[in-house]
């Protein structure tokens, strides 16, 4: 089935520090891909989405490109801030249940000052 | 604006009890969907509802049940806790359109089964 990879962590930095967090899938056609970002004792919240391949999301500094040549949508940051310290986790559309979401297994951001 | 809203925040169960997660939406979502995340797991769907009125088995459903009360309540039932069932629990929502696929997530209900 559909499925995501993404790097594991803990993703040590100090802050101003550049952030690429890996993220490759295997999918059937190109579904709709999404980076997620999960403060400490919170629930999940979007942070930027694709839907089509070379399509580059962004929010917050954060960007990652859509690149269905390298099956990938790595996630980068130019300059991290303490604030960015959370877990990052890539997801995929699923074609089928409903269109759920297949989550990587996350990846730990910890910024130091 | 609530978002999606999810009761208890945190439970503790002892081995064999029962009890219902609460999830409830107010932005006319259609879609509803509970996962669990585990250490290392990342999240993994339990159940899914594409719509009031219907539920669906997801990726881990052993040892639930759903009900869709209504188009904005979607309730996830334990009805003889296991220890591996020790988990945070997740309700999101999904409008449902051409092309929209994010989700909205609740804020999670951690739960011990001891």
């Known amino acids: 089935g559909d499925s995501v990879t993404q790097m594991e962590g803990p993703v040590t930095l100090s802050e101003e520090a550049f952030l690429t967090i890996n993220c490759t899938y295997t999918a059937t056609g190109y579904p709709s891909l999404f980076w997620y970002v999960q403060y400490p004792g919170e629930g999940l919240q979007l942070l930027l989405k694709?839907?089509?391949?070379?399509d580059k999301g962004s929010n917050k500094g954060f960007e990652a490109t859509y690149r269905k040549e390298t099956t990938s949508f790595h996630l980068e940051k130019g300059s991290v801030q303490v604030s960015d310290s959370a877990v990052y986790f890539c997801?995929?559309?699923?074609?089928?249940?409903?269109?759920?979401?297949?989550f990587g297994k996350g990846t730990s951001l910890l910024v130091t000052p | 604006n609530a978002g999606v809203t999810q009761t208890p925040k945190f439970q503790v169960l002892k081995t064999g009890q029962s009890m219902t997660l609460q999830c409830a939406q107010d932005?006319?979502?259609?879609?509803m969907y509970w996962y669990r995340q585990d250490p290392g797991m990342g999240l993994r769907l339990i159940y899914y509802?594409?719509?009031?009125?219907?539920?669906d088995k997801g990726e881990v459903p052993n040892g639930y049940n759903v009900s869709r009360l209504n188009k904005r309540e979607f309730s996830l039932r334990l009805e003889s806790a296991a220890p591996s069932q020790t988990s945070v629990y997740f309700c999101?929502?999904?409008?449902?359109?051409?092309?929209?696929?994010?989700?909205?997530f609740g804020p999670g209900t951690r739960l011990t089964v001891t």
């Open positions: 999101a929502s999904r409008v449902t359109g051409t092309g929209v696929y994010e989700q909205y």
């Open positions: 932005m006319n979502h259609n879609s």
């Open positions: 694709a839907t089509k391949a070379d």
């Open positions: 997801a995929l559309r699923d074609s089928n249940s409903g269109y759920a979401l297949n």
């Open positions: 509802s594409a719509s009031e009125g219907t539920t």
